[in-house]
DNA sequence: AGCTGGTCTTGATTTAGATCAAGTCCGGCA
DNA sequence: TGCCGGACTTGATCTAAATCAAGACCAGCT
């Protein structure tokens, strides 16, 4: 897909016109990294920030003693690391990496600010996806500090069950979208631990199949989850 | 305190004109809470964000269960709620109250938006500022998920030691700006496991009478909390 | 084919922290 | 003065998840 295509559909820029889409495409560069391999490490200048085109990318962290925590773990469509290349310090908190073969553009740190500096519509923007990512932040503390492993994996499993079609009346399917491994960092959770509460999910109708998991009883799954049904992208 | 220098002291503001700063003190109104006052409700309309000049706001959220997580305590000088201005849904995601006697200036958010579009330089520092929050967020993301209580306790009583100028050669002391109970809870931890955590903490020279906290043995600590000694106020 | 290394599962045991329960301490106030 | 309620502590017990350990399963490779 071109450059420009993506910046377009990104929400960042959904609304600018097609004359500035294209000189700032004109600065971007298109990467493709494969899996496993690192985009940035942390305190790397941040001299620019990504919109996925395919794959997945996790921003992550190695505590002391090499245990990783992961932050977040972005898809196609979504931009990541905005808020580093405005911080004070100018480098990137965190480290990123491929969890699956990516496809990604650049936006350049110098190019954007200057854009901003011009257009002021372009920063209430930027300023209005940066509040919804904190507000993601937010929610996902909230989630792992008040939730059990088996209600964040439900929860998890709904929030992805758009992926796939449904396949019989009111059942759905989720291809995972990358490795059980991390999606268990990710929601925190230690493999085994993972492992067991997946299978604490067939009362809800949860039943695993290497990277597909049907669940035949959504609605069960999501009362047990406290996740509002309405938030269910299927 | 004047409203002006309220404003021209937050690092948000701290670069404007005289001029600016006036006409925006101009718009500002300055509301005091006594503790355990609320503030907003989540799900407020976010007509304006806030700068406090003393006392502390804690922000949280209430699940269904009717447990209450504490998404973050500001205090003297913190602004907070910048990004529920600026977020699509123009609506507080959590909820705020005094935990002390609060005095803080109230920044609307029509006149603050205005200012925005005519100056990109607010946005820059707008930018900056929500950028350093998310970077705090991700922080207490971290630390809730891969420390323990009396790790997150002793990294909380160093984050606040410079409020109180250490007695003795080495050693510190620490005034605890609010409740155990707030800390507790700020910290994700119960009560009861608060009160024994903070006792196991006493090999490293912490020694707790009512509010106030002595450290003797700071670098000990610091140490075992895995903080980093250069990151401490004092 | 058979080996190898990674992913995932299953089982036994341990542990940090929650929960339940009972008190102490202290400040406000009638 | 004595009572009340909220903050805090201490103890006994329970439990979710981590840890330790072993094996199953699968894909890629030589």
Redesign the pocket.
């Known amino acids: 897909m071109g450059i420009v295509r993506t910046i377009r559909q990104s929400p960042l820029f959904q609304s600018i016109e097609n004359e500035t889409a294209e000189s700032l495409a004109a600065h971007c560069r298109q990467r493709k990294l494969d899996k496993a391999r690192e985009l940035f490490a942390m305190g790397d200048e941040a001299n620019a920030f990504f919109i996925i085109q395919k794959g997945w990318i996790k921003l992550y962290r190695i505590s002391k003693d090499g245990e990783e925590t992961i932050i977040h773990v972005f898809g196609p469509g979504e931009s990541f690391a905005e808020a580093a290349v405005f911080s004070d310090r100018k480098m990137y908190p965190v480290n990123a990496q491929a969890v699956e073969d990516v496809e990604l553009v650049e936006i350049p740190r110098n190019y954007f600010i200057k854009k901003i500096e011009e257009d002021s519509r372009f920063a209430l923007r930027m300023l209005g996806a940066i509040a919804a990512r904190q507000h993601y932040l937010v929610q996902q503390l909230e989630q792992v500090t008040n939730r059990?492993?088996?209600q964040r994996i439900g929860a998890f499993l709904l929030r992805f069950c758009q992926k796939e079609p449904g396949t019989k009346e009111g059942s759905l399917t989720v291809h995972l979208p990358y490795?059980?491994?991390i999606i268990s960092r990710r929601l925190?959770?230690?493999?085994?631990?993972?492992?067991?509460?997946?299978?604490k999910l067939t009362p809800y109708g949860v039943e695993?199949d290497g990277?597909s998991v049907t669940i035949s009883n959504p609605k069960a799954l999501a009362e047990f989850c406290e996740v509002d049904f309405k938030d269910i992208p299927c």
Chains 1, 2 share one sequence.
């Open positions: 059990t492993a088996p490795d059980k491994l925190n959770i230690k493999a085994e631990t993972f492992s067991r509460a997946l299978t695993a990277r």
